[in-house]
């Protein structure tokens, strides 16, 4: 588990994290928020390059800052991935085995084919995206227990960034690994996480599972029989849409219940469809915080 308590860092008098908290139990994490957030400053902060102000940063229970044990736990990706000059491939495969006990080379070779970058190349001579499809070879060949990764698919095409999402969610399900992942972009993690955190100007305004909101709000489309010449009045939608006959609404309640509510006015055809992240959020937070709402969508 990954605890973040009460951090704050300033530099030259700017708060770049004001009192942010988050804790990341299991899964994937995403942290949300506009370019200058904290985001980066965040995940610095937990991969025990910064220090602190005043709060905490704990991994299992145990500070990160300057901890030998806890740094070998956690790899990523960071947004200035730092590589050796003139390195290949290979040559940080090398540094990085030296550093993570738990570095599986026969990962390192099944995920050549996958990556198809030649691990003999400098590495300053690749794309930008090719950077990042090494940085992830390399993170993911190290069999960390924890995953921290700042903005990694920026620069990444959809092709490459499904496999990477795949082989990721992989680990996940299959050797626990805990993901922390950053990005300016809610539809970005749609499909991925299981909790979302959202930053703005150095705090966190909000955590949330989503398996929680996605118990909470629900999206019904119905038919009415034709003799229904008016939508019924008393249902606590919190939106409505029509298109034609079928009749979309957005209800703050679990599906089952709904759709019990609904059944009341026996209707031709009830179903209960998926919100993406973006309408639970919108629809979640409407009104109540429109803060939110500007900053992720
Ligand atoms: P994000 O990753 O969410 O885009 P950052 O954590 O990179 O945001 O930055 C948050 C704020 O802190 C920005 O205003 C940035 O300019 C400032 N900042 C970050 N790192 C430094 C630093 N090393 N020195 C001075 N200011 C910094
Ligand atoms: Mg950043």
Request: with cysteine; net charge negative.
């Amino acid at each position: 588990m990954i605890e973040v308590k009460g951090l704050t860092k300033t530099f030259d008098g700017f708060k770049a994290l004001d009192e942010a908290s988050i804790t990341v139990e299991s899964g994937v994490y995403g942290l949300v928020g506009p370019n200058g957030a904290g985001k980066s400053t965040m995940l610095r902060h937990i991969l025990g390059i910064y220090k602190g102000d005043s709060g905490e940063v704990l991994l299992d229970g145990e500070n990160v800052y300057e901890n030998v044990n806890a740094k070998a736990r956690i790899a990523s990706i960071p947004d200035d991935w730092y590589y050796f000059n003139s390195a290949t491939v290979k040559d940080m495969m090398r540094v990085y085995k030296g550093f993570y006990p738990k570095f599986s080379m026969e990962r390192y070779e099944k995920l050549k084919d996958i990556f198809n970058i030649d691990e003999n190349k400098n590495i300053r001579s690749f794309s930008k995206g090719m950077q990042k499809q090494a940085a992830f070879w390399l993170a993911i060949s190290c069999m960390p227990d924890y995953l921290v990764l700042d903005e990694p698919v920026d620069g990444l095409d959809p092709v490459m960034r499904r496999q990477v999402w795949s082989i990721l969610l992989g680990d996940v399900a299959e050797r626990g690994v805990t993901v922390l992942v950053s990005s300016h972009n809610l539809r970005e993690l749609e499909d991925v996480c299981d909790h979302v955190g959202i930053m703005n100007k150095g705090k966190v305004l909000l955590e949330r599972s989503l398996s929680e909101l996605q118990d909470n709000t629900v999206k019904l489309q119905v038919v009415f029989d034709e003799n229904m010449k008016e939508l019924p009045n008393d249902i606590p939608a919190l939106h409505v849409s029509s298109m034609g006959r079928v009749h979309t609404y957005i209800l703050r309640m679990s599906a089952s219940d709904a759709t019990l509510l609904l059944s009341k006015y026996k209707p031709l055809l009830v179903e209960a469809i998926p919100l993406t992240l973006e309408e639970i959020f919108i629809y979640e937070l409407g009104g109540e915080n429109y803060a939110v709402k500007d900053i992720i969508l």
